[in-house]
């Protein structure tokens, strides 16, 4: 694929992400984040099966740090979604 179809589909998945999440009313991002969370678990666990695979070195180096950054994105969305979640219980 050349180089401006990628940009193209890049501009528009940034512009339609932002449009939907912008007009998610506030009693619905806690769900949303959660439904956030289990993307990138599912990318994380994408991310395993491509590092451990026999590929190039260079694959597997950016598998292992695809497996990082997924990592961190999925812990970070659950302690923000927890702190969201304990701002709504009774004291």
């Known amino acids: ?3 401006i179809y ?3 589909i890049l501009m528009l998945a940034i512009f339609l ?3 939907l999440i912008r007009k998610v009313p506030a009693t619905l991002h806690t769900p949303l984040m959660s439904g ?3 993307v990138s678990g599912i990318t994380l666990i994408g991310a395993i099966a491509y590092s451990g695979n026999e590929n190039l070195l260079l694959a597997q180096i950016l598998g292992t740090v695809s497996v990082f950054l997924a990592t961190i ?3 970070g ?3 923000v979604t ?6 709504f219980k009774s004291k």
């Open 1 to 3: 694929m050349s180089f």
């Open 6 to 8: 990628l940009s193209m």
């Open 17 to 19: 992400g932002f449009e």
């Open 36 to 38: 956030a969370n289990a």
């Open 73 to 75: 994105n999925v812990v």
């Open 77 to 79: 969305g659950y302690m």
């Open 82 to 87: 927890d702190r969201m979640l304990a701002m």
